[in-house]
């Protein structure tokens, strides 16, 4: 692991914007009212942004901009001139850029960094969508029709069915559960309620998943500001969380004892930041699928092996319970534009640490766990990063 950090960097504050099917606009268009409304919330104009970073996973593939999204996308906000750098990293590519910029702070090379998210990953024709999503894994499609992911973690559902006696109900109080929270929350791409019963009816993916357990295409962008305390100080930045801990990891195609990229991830943040994974009071996990929450918990060590079931069922993560897991509503119901997925979850942790998340927020939380994996290599995901932010 690196040397420890010399600061801790702060959040100033960021924004997510709505998460929906936008095939009509640009990715400039889609990004540009994100950027300025971070811009203006937090009072930091675009000539003090020293740096940024851009996630985007498809653009290449999807909207036709390979080599230079983030100038692309950053120009029309006034953000010109500064170093700044497009992070491709799957699933993790705006968690991955938070990284990045928490590193440049928190080893003294910048005071002031902007992070974005942007996907637009709808198209007309649905299977350049999957066929984009499919150039972030090893794995070859099993059906252009719909994305490998799919397959993936339909096959690790049905282990973990075997193994630990979950039901196909399980995952569908998961995303049931999430989509309650999605409710809440006016930027989620679903805000339709639905019972426990209509995920189980919709119509199967790939068995035991369904539809509704599974993280739908769509576009949208979020974006945050990181700062050094003495940028904070001087520019008398009050509602600051901050970033006490920054895991990036890459997968291990055969496998490891010590766990998947997810497991080392965590294990990774927990020892960076001093924290316990008892002290998470609220926490935002990658759900691609219903499943893949009840995994991440376990493997961030939230709880023991086979005990999600257990947290689940008592209400433990719902909105309300002990420990809150994706009161945006997640994945599966908020929505994936990939490139803005983890950056949106930064913003959601930061808005509930500083009891500004509305109706959804989870009491009034100290810490806080953002997590994400991106892509597939092997039986592993290709990278997978954890951040823990505190008050």
């Known amino acids: 692991m690196a040397n420890a950090p010399a600061l801790i960097p702060l959040v100033a504050g960021g924004m997510v914007g709505p998460f929906g099917r936008f095939t009509e606009q640009s990715l400039v268009e889609i990004a540009r009212p994100?950027?300025?409304?971070?811009?203006?919330?937090?009072?930091?104009?675009?000539?003090?942004?020293?740096?940024?970073?851009?996630?985007?996973?498809?653009?290449?593939?999807?909207?036709?901009q390979e080599s230079i999204m983030a100038q692309a996308l950053l120009a029309p906000a006034g953000i010109r001139g500064v170093p700044m750098q497009t992070v491709k990293n799957a699933c993790s590519s705006g968690s991955s850029a938070v990284h990045l910029a928490w590193s440049a702070i928190a080893y003294g090379q910048y005071d002031c960094v902007l992070v974005l998210g942007a996907e637009r990953l709808t198209h007309a024709d649905k299977r350049r969508s999957f066929a984009a999503l499919a150039t972030a894994t090893d794995h070859k499609s099993v059906d252009e029709n719909r994305s490998v992911f799919m397959d993936v973690n339909a096959a690790r559902a049905n282990r973990y069915m075997e193994r630990y006696g979950a039901t196909q109900r399980h995952f569908a109080q998961v995303a049931a559960k999430n989509r309650a929270h999605a409710v809440m929350n006016e930027r989620?791409?679903?805000?339709?309620?639905?019972?426990?019963?209509?995920?189980?009816n919709d119509r199967v993916i790939v068995p035991p998943l369904t539809r509704a357990m599974c993280g739908g295409v769509v576009d949208g962008a979020a974006c945050v500001v990181l700062v050094s305390p003495a940028f904070a100080r001087k520019r008398g930045l009050s509602h600051t969380s901050r970033v006490v801990a920054s895991g990036l990891v890459s997968g291990l195609p055969e496998g490891d004892e010590s766990g998947n990229a997810t497991a080392r991830a965590g294990h990774a943040a927990y020892a960076q930041g001093g924290i316990d994974?008892?002290?998470?009071?609220?926490?935002?996990?990658?759900?691609?699928?219903?499943?893949?929450?009840?995994?991440?918990?376990?493997?961030?060590?939230?709880?023991?092996?086979?005990?999600?079931?257990?947290?689940?069922?008592?209400?433990?993560?719902?909105?309300?319970?002990?420990?809150?897991?994706?009161?945006?509503?997640?994945?599966?119901?908020?929505?994936?534009?990939?490139?803005?997925?983890?950056?949106?979850?930064?913003?959601?942790?930061h808005e509930q640490l500083m009891g500004r998340a509305g109706a959804r927020q989870a009491g009034a939380p100290k810490v806080g766990l953002a997590q994400m994996a991106g892509g597939l290599l092997g039986q592993d995901s290709a990278v997978a990063t954890a951040h823990i932010l505190t008050v």
Not at 189 to 200: A, M, Y
């Open 34 to 64: 994100v950027l300025e409304g971070t811009l203006k919330d937090t009072g930091i104009a675009a000539t003090d942004v020293q740096a940024a970073f851009v996630g985007n996973a498809f653009g290449g593939a999807i909207v036709d």
């Open 188 to 200: 989620a791409s679903l805000r339709t309620p639905i019972t426990v019963d209509e995920v189980l």
């Open 277 to 349: 994974p008892k002290d998470i009071a609220v926490a935002e996990v990658h759900d691609a699928s219903a499943p893949q929450e009840l995994f991440d918990i376990e493997d961030l060590m939230l709880c023991d092996r086979g005990e999600a079931i257990r947290l689940l069922e008592d209400g433990d993560i719902t909105l309300g319970g002990r420990m809150p897991v994706n009161v945006s509503g997640g994945l599966t119901s908020r929505g994936h534009p990939v490139g803005a997925t983890g950056v949106a979850q930064i913003v959601e942790v």
